[in-house]
């Protein structure tokens, strides 16, 4: 069985041998000639390019000229910071589970000059509730869905481990012990906190909470959240009103 395998293969290496032909380049794909040049009239050099796959960088948001880091993990890529998209700004006490409404996390006017000169703002973001989030993202980029998180955690080795591996490591941003971050992903996951349905900001520096494109129902669609104290990324569903952070992937 051997034999009758090998016999072509050598044959054909042979005859090959046996009928190429001097000062000839020959290009070979699968064992057989794909192209063939002459070294003295037809090629003056030879170039081998392997492509450089960057798995980071940054694009500007054409609407407001934000720059945003990206980066790639498994086969998506992921925005590396929170959204900041804001065309208007309402106070905490204003919401709705249909009509689209911006948040600055601590910020209770309706001046986005103003807002956007906190350091909220240029920390972490803006919060959206769902509304306003599934069509927050630029040109070329959508809000993440359900199915495209349960993706990451899965790519990152499950939801126990993976938000240590999204987390910003240290404790600038992050409130001690901010366990297991080590930000590997590059992702920089941050506690940006949440606007209530109730109208109150809560838990910057301890939490953070990222709206899916996934609705639940008509009142209720799904999110994900990291907490300062574990390496989880977990999963629920809540109130469209629920002011979250934004994380855009390129389509």
């Known amino acids: 069985m051997k034999k009758s ?7 054909l ?19 057989l000639i794909a192209g063939k040049f002459n070294v003295n009239t037809e090629v003056d050099s030879v170039i ?5 796959i960057e798995t980071s960088g940054t694009f500007t948001d054409a609407r407001d000229g934000n720059v945003y880091s990206w980066v790639i993990i498994g086969n998506k890529v992921w925005m590396a910071e929170n959204l900041k998209y804001l065309p ?22 309706t001046d986005v000059t103003d807002a956007k000169a ?7 973001g803006v919060l959206y509730n769902w509304p306003a989030a599934v069509n927050a993202c630029p040109t070329g980029w959508h809000l993440s869905s359900d199915a495209e998180w349960i993706q990451l955690t899965d ?21 001690s012990p901010n366990t297991g971050a080590t930000n590997e992903t590059g992702f920089t996951a941050l506690p940006g906190g949440y606007r209530g349905y109730t109208g109150t900001f809560y838990y910057i520096g301890y939490h ?13 669609a799904w999110y994900r959240y990291i907490y300062y104290d574990d390496s989880n990324v977990s999963s629920n569903y809540y109130n ?3 002011g979250f952070s934004v994380r855009c992937v390129r389509d």
């Open 5 to 11: 395998i090998l016999l072509p293969a050598i044959m």
């Open 13 to 31: 290496a042979l005859a090959f041998t046996v009928n190429a032909q001097n000062d000839t380049m020959y290009v070979m794909k699968s064992g």
């Open 48 to 52: 081998f390019y392997k492509p450089t």
């Open 88 to 109: 208007s700004v309402a106070d905490p006490g204003t919401g709705s589970q249909t009509t689209p409404y911006y948040y600055v996390y601590g910020y209770d006017g």
């Open 118 to 124: 906190t350091s909220n703002y240029t920390i972490y």
């Open 155 to 175: 790519y990152l080795g499950g939801e126990s481990v993976a938000g240590g591996k999204l987390k910003e490591t240290g404790t600038t941003h992050w409130n």
């Open 208 to 220: 953070g909470y990222w709206w899916s494109a996934t609705a639940l129902d008509a009142t209720n």
């Open 240 to 242: 469209k009103e629920e």
